[in-house]
Nanobody, 123 residues
């Protein structure tokens, strides 16, 4: 099992940057594909970015390409989401999740979820 705890959210202005962290406790973190999801009020949860076991494969949803960067440090059991050039439409609760699949694109592939961290971007 994995326990996931996110941190790094907050209130920023449009154009600012934030770095989210997701610390995992448990065994074999390096054997889990990791993803960052977000859910805004009244909207469905969406996958923002995903990274494979060894960071060799990465996925971004179109709306964050060239602005967000996902990375992981398996020695620290942590996955990161660097968010640059933030926009008001990035406002959401961001959650990390772990999948037994190397690069998981569907929410159903994820087995472990964090509680989420709020990101609010003002215009």
């Amino acid at each position: 099992q994995l326990q996931l705890v996110e941190s790094g959210g907050g209130l920023v202005q449009a154009g600012d940057s934030l770095r989210l962290s997701c610390a995992a406790s448990g065994r074999n973190f390096g054997r889990f594909g990791m993803g960052w999801f977000r859910q805004a009020p009244g909207k469905e949860r969406e996958l923002v970015a995903a990274i494979s076991w060894t960071s060799s494969s990465i996925y971004y949803t179109d709306s964050v390409k060239d602005r967000f960067t996902i990375s992981r440090d398996n020695a620290k059991n942590t996955v990161y989401l660097q968010m640059n050039s933030l926009k008001p439409e990035d406002t959401a609760v961001y959650s990390c999740a772990a999948s037994p699949n190397s690069l998981a694109i569907g929410a159903r592939e994820y087995e472990y979820w964090g509680q989420g961290t709020q990101v609010f971007v003002s215009s």
